[in-house]
């Protein structure tokens, strides 16, 4: 069974880069031909993709996000991270992660809110 | 603003068949399957519908969905209690580089 968990800090303060990482069980990053990514939620609000990594172990991002947003892996530990930066208020939310093929995705974190303020 | 349209709110009685409309454009549904999720309060969203009519183990078949040019659309029929949540459909956007869209979601409450 794949299985996904969300980590990192639940508060941000304005204008730093906000890091999470993802940790898989019950699949390989390395050797996996699905995609890794982080989508978020802003409260109340619908779901946003971020960024992925393919099966490669390139990264590819949503462009809104893109000079923003780093998605890097590391297969050592099975994990796969996001950071976000210079976050403003507007970047509070929950953040998931998932695994999918083509915005297909079967599997995915519980979720973790981030609050950006100080 | 999500790059697909859905409507913000759909609603039915037990037993009813309520359908949830998702718009896009010819880069997005024009071009590739639809997926569709749904998510309960507090809880990661579920993969309801993938390309475009196809449901994962486990989904009842009172769920279906369907595709037509830049538009598709969910179908719930025997709508029950349990069904009130908010539903995203979802795709794959060519555009310059290939990246995953989602509607803004529809909450359907069941009265």
């Known amino acids: 069974q794949v299985q996904l968990q969300e980590s990192g800090p639940g508060l941000v303060q304005p204008s730093e880069t906000l890091s999470l990482t993802c940790t898989v069980s019950?699949?390989?990053?390395?050797?996996?031909?699905?995609?890794w990514g982080w989508i978020r939620q802003p409260p109340g609000k619908g779901l946003e993709w971020l960024g992925s990594?393919?099966?490669?172990?390139?990264?590819y991002y949503n462009p809104s996000l893109k000079s923003r947003v780093v998605v890097s892996v590391d297969t050592s530990k099975n994990q796969f991270s996001l950071d976000l930066k210079s976050v403003t208020a507007a970047d509070t939310g929950v953040y998931f992660c998932a695994r999918h093929h083509l915005g297909i995705a079967a599997y995915w974190g519980q979720g973790l809110l981030v609050t950006v303020s100080s | 603003q999500s790059v697909l349209t859905q409507p913000p709110s759909a609603s039915g009685t037990p037993g009813q068949t309520v359908t949830i409309s998702c718009s896009g454009s010819?880069?997005?549904?024009?071009?590739?399957?639809v997926n569709w999720y749904q998510q309960l309060p507090g809880t990661a969203p579920r993969l309801l519908i993938y390309a475009t009519n196809q449901r994962p183990s486990g989904v009842p078949d009172r769920f279906s969905a369907s595709k037509s040019g830049t538009s598709a659309s969910l179908a719930i029929a025997g709508l029950q209690s349990d069904d009130e949540a908010d539903y995203y459909c979802?795709?794959?956007?060519?555009?310059?580089?290939?990246?995953?869209?989602f509607g803004g979601g529809t909450k359907l409450t069941v009265l």
């Open positions: 019950g699949d390989s990053l390395s050797g996996s031909t699905y995609n």
């Open positions: 979802a795709a794959w956007d060519d555009g310059l580089i290939g990246f995953w869209v």
């Open positions: 990594m393919n099966y490669n172990g390139s990264p």
């Open positions: 010819r880069s997005n549904i024009g071009s590739n399957t």
